[in-house]
């Protein structure tokens, strides 16, 4: 079973930047893609990035596409979602996944296994 730790959410003014860290812990970490999800007031869960194993490849939502970077540090089991230019409709509960299967990039139909307990992200107006 697969551990996500999430931090770096916070306030922030629109237009400003973010950047949220997901430690992970329980599997061979580099062996798998990684995928950030949030979920905004009133809303179902949405995909917002994903990465694959290697990151090389990613893949991003419309809505955050040119605004937010996925990275990963395999050396340290982690992966990251810089986010540039935030408006107040970024406002949302991050939160960090894993999917069941190995090696692909992570996209909005992956399936996912594990999730974070998540991390707030507020943008002021």
């Known amino acids: 079973q697969v551990q996500l730790v999430e931090s770096g959410g916070g306030l922030v003014q629109a237009g400003g930047s973010l950047r949220l860290s997901c430690a992970a812990s329980g599997r061979t970490f580099s062996n798998y893609g990684m995928g950030w999800f949030r979920q905004r007031p009133g809303k179902e869960r949405e995909f917002v990035a994903g990465?694959?194993?290697?990151?090389?490849?990613?893949y991003y939502a419309d809505s955050v596409k040119g605004r937010f970077t996925i990275s990963r540090d395999n050396a340290k089991n982690a992966v990251y979602l810089q986010m540039n230019s935030l408006k107040p409709e970024d406002t949302a509960v991050y939160y960090c996944a894993a999917p069941r299967t190995p090696y692909n990039v992570v996209v909005p139909t992956t399936t996912i296994v594990s999730w974070g307990q998540g991390t707030q992200v507020t943008v002021s107006s």
């Open positions: 990465i694959s194993y290697s990151g090389v490849n990613s």
